[in-house]
């Protein structure tokens, strides 16, 4: 028996060292349902793996992502996520485990079907982390279903259903309402509530063929009751923590993914919660022994506090990315640590440095996160919320108070809210609000708070979301805020009134909005009045120990935790919620450009609201602020720290939007300035410089509105692309070819945007599309890298097939490509990086646009030349490096196919079709050494069916 | 239902720190040691655990009453801290089967609290600067008043306040197919402690702090166990006493929380008081006869002498703190005899550590020859 003193100084360590060398899968590109978050957990795993000396080689084939490079991994390969690739590295390097729980569903598959087909006992690979059996047990719902009756666990009344009668047989067993939930599928694809027995054959259709088994559960609905989620941590000594405790504001009936979640549970008596939590320990330890994360759903009858469980996942998960970020606890890279052997009570919390690993977090904070949807993306999508995922992102707000988080994710989710409410645009028709909280959509939230304020009572509001009564009384509680200060003026308004209002989370702007004034008087104001905003750690403990890391949230209170430094600062805006057009790209442009401005000398600080993300990872950046990326919030953290500038070059939009204000308000941008930035952004200016130049473009036109278009599509000749200046992503793009079409389009878009200019170019037809990225120092230019798309103009650049270099452009049209971005660059006076897209005809190159920014193809250059462009960029901006400073050696050698990928499966409804708005959620990237490659040929002879139009 | 009209509330701290809030529960003032607790449920709980006795307590959680409050999720017969320092303060509550709000309940058992206040600051400043008293006070803003009274407010140190919470008369819990007998002596045992039992088969004969051994001993229990409770443990003195005369036979003993430290006073083990105590849901405790870890429920202020426990050698430690490596648990050698510092029967809090009172059954079954 070890004794005390034994325990104290030489604490036993279990690490297996027999694993000199780990395979860890990714989960590939990103589609609904299977994110951001897997490139967060594969990062944090590589690096908790090689902090021990551990060999780790990654496969992932998606190259946005920051586990894919060479700082995250020892071998990388971008390759598919396919066995021949898995055998393939296998036969090259001698790898000890592979951990596939990190790379979500995609990654469990592939070793499944690799331990299926023996390939992991024939080369001695041990998988870690994961038990196979468990796997099989969680994602076989009758399998569950059966093992929790023998663990004594309650679920769900249901049967599996193999074949549409046996389906049939067992609803009239149960009766209505009910659900369909096919087995093996990501994110509930395929899944539905039936509450009508005259849905239900299409419904139970639909369900077997999702299935790749034919195989669906029916079972008993449990629609309305309360929804829960533990995150579990075990160890190979069967030692269990409950990392975090996420309870749903949207109750069961919506995608744990599409709901609104909240942290701690606001609405769990310890009573309900401890039985929670040894059902979960309960559950963990009846499906398999694994050392790792695991994830259980519950559900909470609100009448009787009844538990059900729902689902466990034996993974890593979007809910624990969301958990770590939560509670500061680093999930995934402690789960890699339980990995290779070692027990939770021999690791030190991350935070802290000083206390154990094995511990509940505490919090003395709520986080709320919201999904961020992208319906507009998908024009004739159902919006309506169900089983099945339709969000391509999300948001996390941190505050003090479910209030203040929840104002402050809306404030983050970048939708042109300012908040819940108090922003001019409520609904206020009766119908419209009882349609909108009867099916819920992307609005659910606002609706309610828009209901309050239209009289509906807070009973019926209940009645029709089952949403707790707590929350819905605390949106009251905002309701009557915003009631108060209409009361009021900016002159008239009481401190205690106005702190209580920045308490509660609302933005200046919302208060300005109240009062008709404006956002900087509101901001003055406060100020006056000695209302701060002021810095909180993040720290797993509630204060009870001292923390040691910069992870910060703002809120108005008495102390200010965030000590300023008198080092020299920069801050870098991220990117806020992923979305169509804006994803992970940024994400992996933002942690480079961090890490360079480290390298740097410089004290780095991250301000981004996206809990999928490696920017938010409190490992980054000398300093993490999660705060939203909002002005208010953005300019009170530049006032604290008093950086020597700012980045927004490689943040996409979110952080490129904040120029203008920073500029006004006397903030240095770093790299490109704010006048090169609108410059491009201008059409009319950037013409005259292209003209200037001598650089053809597409004849184009803005007007502001459908009389005007009408008169000078005659001068610009149809076909015509459309479009809102001030776009992302290709938002409200559209082709139009004849006059009706343009009609209806500017009437569309002027609805859209009152007061914004329309642009019409004139479309070159058949035109072939290519891209430049290069690094400008305002002396010199560096291409870094030349795509060649493989449909022809008119397909959104995100949504086309590209590859690097360019395959059949001749040497005249290459040079005029290098020119033309040399001479913009110049001219634009960009200091970073800048992307500019080409339409090629009849030889002769046209610009359509430029950015001065990271674009969405820098990071795939990057992975594929094999050079850190990014990190040479921000060294570029941050005025510590020229481009002749440094050596550039690109890894040449055949070409990258950059393929797009989308989740058409999460909206059957939407046309598929191609054009110039972006739909892919993701993309891949596919080496070949020549152009007789059969891939290739295959994609290049569907080009001809976007020419044949 | 009705909203109270909060009216300005004031905190004042022993070293002179002032914070402003809003009231809550009674309008009034009240003194006591002030304390943090970093759980994130169980608020009835805490706030009635007897242990709480003569403290303010800090909720860290920024949420407090949103669940409201039912009668059978109380540890004793009554509020026994005394005040409440918060963030938010929900009088609103969401449960189909809570009686009423946590508002009233405080309402009627003449609690005063102060809530809107920086809690996080509030916990760093104590953490750094260790315990001390306070008063909370919604009726009196002169701070010279008010310090006058705080000064009045004795120290932890040395308090005895077994008496005020332990039980008067003796008295027994019975239930279906008792099979064992066990000694209860009350310090401020709580209401699940005995649920313990019972559940367990224990027929239990609770006895006020001042029992004698012998009158105990008169009953024939099967086991003796030593209950948590309020005030400095070096000032119960006539505990020790019959932990000591129990010790000298074999009838198994088991002790929680100040149980653990008058358990260790008789081994001659002192104890002290801590900088701040653990008090919370979440506290890593080894047990180090097994190797496997424990997530505890706390409430202590003070600790046996870790020292003092290392160098006996009558006693061997059994579980120790993770984060600090304090003494979580102690075995006297040659005896039936055990104690925890922390929580097993949680409540509130995790039920990792249930395991000890079945320990504690197969002591007596051991000794009764039934196992």
Not at chain 1, 26 to 54: H, K, N, V
Not at chain 1, 558 to 582: H, M, T, W
Not at chain 2, 100 to 108: A, D, H, N, V
Not at chain 2, 304 to 328: F, M, P, R, S, Y
Request: net charge negative.
């Amino acid at each position: 028996m070890p004794t005390f003193a034994q325990f104290i100084h030489t604490a036993s360590m279990p690490r297996d060292n027999s694993i000199k060398s780990v395979l860890i899968i990714g989960s590939g590109p990103i589609i609904i349902g299977q994110a951001a978050e897997f490139d967060y957990s594969g990062t944090q795993a590589a690096r908790s793996l090689r902090e021990e000396g551990i060999e780790v080689t990654l496969i992932n084939s998606n190259p946005a992502t920051i586990m894919t490079d060479s700082v995250t991994a020892d071998n990388v390969y971008l390759k598919p996520l396919e066995k021949k690739y898995i055998i393939e590295i296998l036969e090259k390097h001698k790898i000890d485990a592979v951990l596939p729980t990190m790379g979500g569903q995609t990654a469990l598959n592939l070793a499944i079907e690799c331990d299926k087909a023996g390939v992991w006992k024939k080369y001695g690979v041990r998988i870690i982390g994961v038990d196979i059996k468990a796997i099989e047990t969680t994602e076989d719902r009758e399998k569950f279903r059966l093992k929790m009756l023998e663990l004594g666990v309650n679920v769900c009344k249901g049967y599996t259903a193999t074949s549409f009668l046996e389906g049939k047989e067992i609803a009239q067993e149960i009766g209505f309402p009910l659900v369909i939930r096919p087995s093996f599928t990501l994110g509930g694809t395929g899944g539905g509530f039936v509450n009508d027995p005259a849905d239900f054959d299409k419904a139970l259709t639909r369900g077997l063929h999702a299935s790749p088994t034919h195989e669906v559960l029916v079972e008993q609905s449990i629609m309305g009751w309360k929804e829960y989620e533990l995150e579990l941590l075990r160890d190979n000594n069967q030692n269990i923590i409950i990392i975090c405790s996420i309870e749903n504001f949207d109750p069961m009936g919506i995608h744990t993914g599409d709901s609104i979640t909240v942290a701690p549970a606001m609405t769990l008596p310890d009573t309900i919660y401890q039985q929670m939590r040894d059902l979960a320990i309960k559950m963990m330890n009846g499906i398999g022994q694994f050392a790792g994360g695991c994830n259980v759903q519950f559900s909470v009858n609100p009448e009787n506090d009844d538990i059900i469980a729902i689902e466990i996942n034996p993974r890593v998960s979007r809910s624990s990315a969301l958990a770590s970020k939560a509670t500061g606890y680093p999930i995934a890279k402690i789960a890699a640590k339980l990995a290779i052997g070692y027990n939770l009570d021999e690791l030190k919390n991350a935070i802290t440095k000083t206390t154990s690993a094995f511990f509940e977090p505490a919090l003395d904070y709520v986080i709320v996160k919201i999904p961020r949807w992208n319906f507009d993306k998908f024009k004739g999508a159902d919006k309506k919320l169900g089983l099945q995922m339709k969000s391509v992102g999300e948001v996390m707000g941190i505050g003090r108070t479910f209030q203040e988080a929840l104002q402050k994710a809306c404030q983050s989710l970048e939708i042109k809210r300012n908040g819940i409410g108090a922003d001019g645009k409520e609904m206020t028709n009766y119908d419209q609000l009882i349609d909108s909280l009867t099916n819920a959509s992307w609005n659910r939230l606002f609706s309610i708070k828009d209901a309050m304020r239209f009289g509906i009572p807070t009973s019926t509001i209940q009645k029709i979301t089952k949403i707790d009564p707590w929350f819905l009384h605390q949106i009251e509680e905002l309701n009557d805020t915003e009631k108060t200060l209409r009361s009021y003026s900016l002159e008239t308004v009481p401190v205690d009134i106005l702190r209580r209002a920045k308490q509660q989370g609302y933005a200046d702007r919302q208060i300005a909005y109240l009062f008709g004034c404006k956002e900087s008087e509101v901001h003055r104001k406060r100020t006056e009045m000695g209302i701060h905003r002021v810095f909180k750690l993040v720290d797993t403990c509630a204060a009870e120990f001292e923390a040691k890391t910069p992870y910060y949230y703002s809120t108005f209170e008495g102390e200010n935790e965030s000590a300023v430094s008198d080092r020299k600062k920069v801050v870098v805006l991220g990117s806020g919620p992923n979305r169509i057009g804006q994803g992970i790209e940024f994400d992996y442009s933002c942690v480079h450009g961090v890490l360079a401005a480290r390298e740097c000398g410089y004290e780095t600080i991250m301000i981004n609201c996206n809990p999928e993300t490696v920017s938010t990872d409190f490992d980054i950046s000398d300093k993490l602020y999660f705060e939203p990326v909002f002005w208010e919030h953005v300019y009170d953290i530049i006032l604290h720290e008093n950086p020597v500038g700012v980045i927004v070059q490689l943040g996409g939009q979110t952080a490129l939007k904040m120029a203008e204000k920073l500029e006004r308000y006397g903030i240095k941008i770093l790299g490109t300035s704010f006048e090169a930035l609108d410059l491009a952004e201008d059409r009319g200016a950037f013409s005259s410089l292209l003209r200037d130049n001598n650089i053809p473009y597409p004849p184009f036109a803005s007007v502001t509105s459908a009389e005007e278009a009408l008169e000078v599509c005659k001068d610009l000749k149809f076909p015509l692309l459309v479009r809102p200046s001030y776009v992302l992503g290709g938002q409200s793009m559209k082709i139009v070819i004849n006059e009706k079409e343009l009609e209806a389009q500017v009437v569309d878009i002027v609805k859209d945007n009152p007061g914004n200019k329309v642009l019409l170019d004139h479309f070159l037809d058949h035109a072939i599309e290519a891209e430049a990225d290069a690094i400008c120092d305002g002396e010199d230019v560096y291409i870094i890298g030349i795509m060649e798309h493989i449909e022809p103009a008119g397909i959104h650049s995100g949504d086309s097939y590209a590859v690097l270099p360019p395959f059949d452009l001749s040497a005249d049209v290459i040079r005029q490509i290098e020119e033309h971005t040399k001479t913009i660059a110049l001219a634009l006076r960009t200091v970073g990086l800048i992307n500019i897209q080409f339409a090629i005809k009849d030889g002769l190159v046209y610009i359509i646009e430029a950015n001065p920014r990271a674009s969405r193809t820098v990071p795939f250059i990057a992975k594929a030349y094999q050079e850190p462009y990014v990190n040479y960029a921000t060294k570029v901006m941050l005025g510590e490096k020229k481009i002749k400073d440094f050596d550039f050696k690109p890894y040449k050698k055949g070409f990258a196919i950059k393929v797009p990928v989308f989740s058409h499966h999460k909206f059957p409804e939407v046309n598929k079709e191609l054009g110039p708005e972006m739909k892919s959620t993701g993309e891949a990237i596919y080496f070949i050494d020549n152009l007789e490659d059969e891939y290739f040929t295959k994609v290049y002879a569907e080009r001809n069916l976007y020419l044949s139009v | 239902m009705k909203e109270r009209i909060a009216t300005e509330a004031i905190l004042l701290l022993e070293d002179g720190k002032i914070y402003r809030g809003k009231s809550l529960g009674r309008i009034g003032t009240s003194s006591g040691e002030l304390c943090f607790n970093t759980g994130m449920t169980g608020y009835q709980e805490i706030f009635t655990d007897p242990s709480y006795y003569g403290q303010i307590v800090i909720t860290t959680v920024p949420h407090i009453g949103n669940y409201g409050v039912v009668q059978k999720e109380v540890e004793s017969g009554q509020v026994q801290i005394k005040g409440l320092v918060c963030k938010e303060f929900s009088e609103y509550f969401s449960r189909k089967s809570a009686e009423g709000s946590l508002q009233e309940y405080f309402e009627k058992s003449n609690i005063i609290g102060i809530c809107e206040i920086d809690t996080r600051e509030l916990v760093r400043h104590i953490r750094d600067k260790g315990a001390m008293n306070a008063i909370i006070s919604s009726d009196e803003a002169d701070i010279k008043i008010l310090q006058e009274k705080l000064n009045a407010t004795p120290s932890m140190d040395g308090l005895e306040l077994a008496s005020k919470v332990s039980t008067k008369e003796i008295y027994d819990l019975h239930t279906p197919q008792q099979q064992y007998k066990v000694a209860i002596l009350d310090l401020g045992v709580k209401k699940n402690i005995l649920n313990n039992f019972t559940q367990r088969g224990c027929e239990c004969k609770v006895f006020p702090f001042d029992t004698s051994y012998e009158e105990m001993e008169k009953w024939g229990p099967d086991g003796y166990f030593i209950s948590n409770g309020p005030g400095d443990p070096a000032a119960t003195t006539q505990a020790v006493e019959n932990v000591t005369k129990m010790l000298e036979q074999d009838k198994p003993l088991f002790g929680i929380c100040m149980g653990h430290q008058i358990l260790a006073q008789a081994n001659g083990i002192s104890t002290y008081k801590m900088h701040n105590g653990h008090r919370g849901l979440n506290h890593p405790v080894k047990n180090l006869l097994t190797g496997k870890c424990e997530v505890t429920s706390q409430n202590h202020g003070f600790a046996v002498d870790a020292e003092q426990v290392k160098n006996n050698e009558k006693v061997e430690i059994t579980h120790v703190n993770l984060n600090d490596g304090t003494i979580e648990g102690i075995r006297v050698k040659d005896k039936p005899a055990f104690s925890v510092q922390y929580h097993p029967e949680s409540s509130p809090g995790p039920h990792d550590s249930a395991y000890l009172f079945d320990e504690f059954i197969q002591l007596i079954k051991q000794r009764k020859g039934t196992a």
